[in-house]
C-alpha cells in the first residue's frame, strides 16, 4: 500500500460544495466516517470541564439506529447490540498516523470511519483522569525537556516491574497540560514525528466531551472504551481508578446499559468492581497464555490466561463480562517463525459462553504481521494488512482493535461483500 502523509492542521473553510464533494469520494473509497481534519495544537483546552451540552432524546433516538453488518452471535442486552457488527476499534486513535492518545488521533480514526476509539487512563496526583498508554510519560511526552520537572524523574515497581522515568501520579493536571505529547515509537512510525509537540495530553472528560460533538457532527454515535491500566497498583497509593471513571462516565451522559462507553481491563477484579458502580458493557483483556492478571498474582490466584480461556474459565468469566480482548495470538497462533499455525477454538467456545470477542491489535506494519501476511524483508513496510484483517473476520471475532483504521474499514467492507451484506 503506498504511504500518503496525513495533514495534521485545521482545515481551512471549503469552498461551497467541498465538503459534500469529499464525502463521496471518501465514501467510495471506503471511508465510511467522515468529519474535519485533525484539531490543531491545543485545542483540548476548549472543551468544558463540565457536562453540558448533554444529547436530548431525541438526539439519542436518532442516533440509536438499526446496527449495520453481519449478524452478532451473541445478544449482551447492552448498547453494544446497536453498533456495526463486526466493530472496527481505533486503537489510541489511529496511531499508524498521529501520536496516540491524542486528539489529533482520535479525530482522525472517526474521520477514517472508527465506530469506537479507545483511551487508556491513569491518573494524576490530584485525582484527574488522563488518557495515556502508560502512566510512565518518559516515551510519549516531552516532559524530559522540562528542567523544572528533571527531579521528578524516579524509578517504580509497577505490575511487579522497575521502571524509569517520569510517572502521570507524580504531576498535578496544571503540569501535565504543560507537556506534549510525541511519537512512541518514533524508529518504526518516523512520520509521525512530525505532529510531535502538537497537542497536550487529554483528560477522559475532555474526550468525552469531544466524542459527543463529533457525533452529532457525523450524525451517529461515537463510542468510548476506556481500559483502566494497573488498577491494583493504583489503588494500592490511594488513587483507585474504577470509582473515578463511574464518576466521569455518570457526569458526561456515559454510564448505563445504553451509555456510549464499553469498559475494559486486564485485572479481572477491576471489571468486578465497575459491575457495582455502573451498568456499562465491560470487556476482560486477556494477554499471553503462560501469563496471569496482575490482580492474580497478588491474590495468590494461580490460574493464567490458559486456564481463563478453557471452557470453564470463560463462563467465569460470563458472570462479570459482556465479552473478551484477547491478544490476536490465542485466536490465530503463529509458530516460532512467525507462521500462522490452524486457528484455536477460542472464538466458538466464546461465543458458547455468550461472550463476544475483541482481540487486539491490528497494525500495517510488516513487524506486527504473521509471516502469511508479510510484504518483502523491511520490518516497518507495509504488508497485507487487508487480508490479515480479512482472516481474522472469517474466524469469526466481533470487532478488533486496529492502528490503522482504513485499511480495517476496508477489509470490513470486503468482508460484508462476500457475506452478501449491503
Do not use: C
Not at 471518501?26 to 474535519?36: D, S
Not at 449482551?76 to 463486526?86: A, E, V
Not at 487487508?386 to 474499514?409: H, M, N, P, R, S
Amino acid at each position: 500500500m503506498t504511504y500518503r502523509p496525513l495533514d495534521g492542521s485545521s482545515p481551512e473553510t471549503p469552498a461551497p460544495g467541498a465538503d459534500s464533494s469529499r464525502r463521496r469520494f471518501l465514501r467510495a473509497t471506503g471511508v465510511a466516517g467522515i468529519g474535519a481534519a485533525a484539531f490543531a495544537a491545543g485545542a483540548g483546552d476548549a472543551f468544558a470541564a463540565s457536562g453540558e451540552d448533554q444529547p436530548d432524546a431525541a438526539d439519542e433516538r436518532g442516533a440509536a439506529a438499526a446496527p449495520t453488518g453481519t449478524r452478532t452471535p451473541v445478544r449482551t442486552g447492552t448498547g453494544l447490540d446497536r453498533l456495526p457488527h463486526p466493530l472496527v476499534i481505533g486503537h489510541r486513535g489511529a496511531p499508524g498516523y498521529r501520536p496516540e492518545e491524542t486528539l489529533g488521533s482520535y479525530e482522525l480514526a472517526l474521520e477514517l470511519g472508527a465506530d469506537v476509539i479507545e483511551p487508556d487512563l491513569v491518573p494524576t496526583k490530584d485525582g484527574q483522569l488522563v488518557i495515556r498508554h502508560e502512566n510512565n510519560i518518559a516515551e510519549t511526552t516531552d516532559v524530559a525537556d522540562h528542567p523544572e520537572f528533571a527531579g521528578r524523574r524516579a524509578t517504580r515497581t509497577i505490575d511487579g516491574q522497575p521502571l524509569t522515568g517520569w510517572f502521570t501520579e507524580d504531576f498535578t493536571l496544571a503540569e501535565l497540560k504543560t507537556l506534549r505529547a510525541k511519537e512512541r515509537l518514533p524508529l518504526q512510525r518516523q512520520r509521525n514525528t512530525l505532529y510531535d509537540g502538537r497537542w497536550q495530553i487529554l483528560t477522559f472528560r475532555e474526550l468525552a466531551d469531544f466524542a459527543r460533538k463529533r457525533g452529532r457532527e457525523l450524525g451517529r454515535e461515537v463510542w468510548l472504551y476506556p481500559e483502566t491500566k494497573h488498577p491494583s497498583y493504583f489503588r494500592s497509593i490511594g488513587l483507585p481508578l474504577e470509582e473515578r471513571l463511574a464518576d466521569e462516565l455518570r457526569r458526561t451522559g456515559l454510564a448505563g446499559r445504553r451509555g456510549r462507553a464499553i469498559l475494559q481491563s486486564f485485572e479481572p477484579s477491576s471489571l468486578q468492581r465497575l459491575a457495582k458502580l455502573v451498568d456499562n458493557p465491560r470487556i476482560q483483556l486477556l494477554g499471553a497464555e503462560n501469563t496471569q492478571p496482575y490482580d492474580f498474582v497478588l491474590s495468590g490466584d494461580k490460574r493464567t490466561v490458559a486456564d481463563l480461556v478453557k471452557p470453564e474459565g470463560l463462563r467465569w468469566l460470563a458472570t462479570f463480562a459482556h465479552g473478551i480482548g484477547p491478544t490476536t495470538q490465542l485466536i490465530a497462533p503463529v509458530d516460532a517463525s512467525g507462521k500462522l499455525r490452524p486457528p484455536t477454538t477460542l472464538v466458538r467456545d466464546a461465543h458458547a459462553a455468550n461472550l463476544l470477542l475483541h482481540p487486539y491489535t491490528v497494525r500495517n506494519e510488516n513487524a506486527f504481521l504473521p509471516l502469511d501476511y508479510r510484504r518483502g524483508t523491511d520490518p516497518n513496510a507495509y504488508g497485507d494488512a487487508i487480508g490479515w484483517a480479512k482472516y481474522l473476520y472469517e474466524l469469526g471475532v466481533d470487532g478488533f482493535f486496529t492502528d490503522q483504521t482504513d485499511t480495517t474499514i476496508l477489509a470490513r467492507q470486503d468482508f460484508w461483500a462476500a457475506k452478501g451484506v449491503g
